[in-house]
């Protein structure tokens, strides 16, 4: 510290002498001060050194909401009070009609209709219906026939069940007509059916969620053919009473639902006298078959039920000449797609299908009385489709089925000993595959249309053709209401692709494997109907049927009748 002041005065005495040369002697200054020349005490850093950020966080504005007050108006419109009319009645219902004709080739109509009216609990009725013809064919034996139907029935719906009845009778009478013989004895060629039969059932209906819904139908039905003129032959005709219990009972349980059916059905037929033989060469017949068929299932939903899917089996068994059990599956899925725009579907099932005298008839009226009968067993019969609406009008549904099928029957021509004029049933096992199509637009109740086209393919073990059977079929339907005044209806059907066998060769007549097919031909039959309503209880109506005008033969040697009129009234009641 002392070194340092030494410095200082050193440097001061300097520069005054420097001030004194330059100056010169005569010019002295002398500078007085104080001040205070000391120097603070250092001291260590004890922190390192580090970089300073140059990057700065910008600040964030905020403007705080200015709170405005508005005083709202409010305007409340009047409302006039609705209005309830008591005294405005439903659309008038009729209790019944009478609708009677008459059309060309001498065919009388005569229809009745009748019940109770508008009801929630009861209904009851009656329906009558009479239907014939006396008028001639060109070529062919007399083909009369006449055809009469009768129905009473019962029904009453509460909130806890449901149960219903009906009786009914029906008398069918025809000829023989497939030979050409326009003289021939009509009562040699005549052949008459009558069924009478009853049946009802119950059914519960729980509203509860988790309740168990229940059924129980029963059903007896007696059929018969025409009897022999002969009194000694009076017992050579075919018999047969059927009987059947078809039970049903579900439980839901959340998105399940659980299901059983047990139905046992109970055939049967008799022809003449079992274990005799008449000259001609008949053969008393008698055929008794009992079914119990078992069908548990569950189905379920998910996918907020867009998705619905079932699957059990199906447990059957056959008592008769033969003994057998049988297992079917029973599985199906489908799923909805867009709001239920599009549907796929799914499937494989089976069953046994009980055949009886009555349903042979009913597919074709001219076979013979001593038949056959075998249960059509389709071990399986597998689909897969899609259906939905192109638009609030227009649906769609088209799908392919595949099965296999044993005892499928058949109608052949007879040559035994009735005239070749009459068919029998024969039974085969075939692959069957079916094609379908449909499409059907609706515009409110002012015009509907129906298209149906179906494909078939089938492959039979025995026989080269599914006999009488079509390859491919259209159908059209379609109506057309103009005013509610006038009413056009439409029924159009073309089938082709059926052969028939015959027994020997000649023209459009193919021969495989020892077997002769002729084709039928093809089935072009379009019916047209107009109403007139001239009030709501009187209108008349024109039919024209065949308009095509085509004699087509539905089976062998059996044309129908060409071009038809009829002409009636309705009459409402």
Not at 26 to 36: A, C, L, P, R, S
Not at 188 to 207: E, V
Not at 251 to 277: C, M, Q, R
Request: aromatic letters at 14%.
């Amino acid at each position: 510290m002392k070194r340092s002041k030494s410095y200082f005065i050193l440097i001061g005495a300097c520069l005054i002498s420097s001030a004194a040369f330059g100056q010169g002697p005569g010019n002295v200054v002398d500078i007085i001060t104080t001040g205070d020349r000391s120097v603070e005490t250092a001291h260590r850093l004890n922190t390192q050194p580090k970089i300073l950020d140059t990057v700065f966080p910008t600040p964030t504005t905020s403007f705080p909401l200015l709170s405005i007050n508005y005083d709202p108006t409010f305007d409340v419109p009047k409302i006039e009070p609705a209005k309830v009319n008591l005294q405005q009645k439903l659309p008038q219902l009729y209790n019944g009609y009478a609708r009677i004709g008459i059309g060309s080739l001498l065919m009388p109509l005569a229809e009745l209709y009748y019940n109770n009216g508008r009801s929630r609990k009861l209904n009851y009725g009656v329906h009558l219906h009479h239907l014939s013809s006396f008028g001639k064919m060109r070529n062919v034996a007399p083909a009369n026939f006449d055809r009469t139907n009768l129905r009473g029935f019962i029904g009453v719906n509460e909130k806890k069940y449901s149960w219903d009845a009906e009786s009914y009778y029906r008398n069918q009478g025809l000829h023989f007509y497939g030979f050409p013989n326009e003289n021939a004895n009509r009562d040699s060629i005549a052949q008459r059916f009558n069924t009478i039969g009853l049946k009802g059932g119950f059914h519960s209906h729980a509203h509860d969620s988790l309740g168990l819904n229940w059924k129980l139908g029963v059903e007896y039905r007696h059929f018969n053919d025409r009897k022999p003129q002969a009194d000694s032959l009076k017992d050579w005709n075919a018999r047969e009473n059927f009987f059947a219990i078809r039970t049903g009972a579900e439980y839901k349980w959340g998105t399940e639902v659980f299901a059983a059916d047990l139905n046992i059905l109970h055939n049967s037929y008799t022809f003449g006298t079992l274990n005799d033989t008449l000259a001609s060469g008949m053969t008393g017949l008698e055929n008794k078959n009992t079914i119990i068929s078992l069908k548990p299932s569950i189905s379920t939903y998910s996918k907020n039920r867009k998705l619905k899917a079932k699957i059990g089996v199906d447990l059957t068994a056959s008592f008769g000449p033969k003994n057998k059990i049988y297992l079917y599956p029973i599985a199906e899925i489908k799923y909805s797609l867009f709001d239920d725009i599009l549907i796929p579907y799914a499937g494989v099932t089976g069953g046994l299908t009980q055949q009886s005298f009555k349903q042979l008839t009913d597919d074709n009226e001219f076979i013979l009385s001593n038949v056959s009968l075998q249960n059509e067993h389709k071990a399986a019969d597998g689909f897969i489709g899609i259906k939905g609406t192109l638009s609030k009008r227009i649906g769609f549904n088209i799908f392919a089925s595949f099965s296999h099928v044993k005892n499928k029957a058949l109608f052949v021509t007879d040559t035994a000993y009735s005239g070749k004029n009459r068919f029998n049933v024969i039974y085969d096992t075939m692959n069957i595959t079916k094609l379908e199509g449909s499409i059907y637009y609706q515009l409110k109740e002012k015009v509907k249309i129906d298209v149906i086209g179906r494909y078939f393919s089938y492959n039979a073990r025995n026989n080269i053709f599914a006999w009488n059977l079509p390859q491919f079929q259209f159908i059209l339907r379609g109506t057309y209401n103009l005013y509610d005044k006038f009413i056009l209806k439409v029924d159009a059907n073309f089938e082709g692709g059926r052969r028939a066998m015959v027994f020997a060769l000649g023209d459009n007549v193919l021969e495989e494997n020892n077997q002769y097919a002729l084709k039928l031909g093809f089935i072009a039959d379009a019916d047209i109907g107009l109403e007139y309503r001239y009030n709501k209880r009187i209108s008349g109506f024109i039919n024209f049927n065949n308009v095509a005008a085509q004699r087509y033969r539905r089976w062998y040697n059996y044309p129908t009748q060409g071009f038809q009129a009829m002409l009636g009234v309705t009459i409402r009641f």
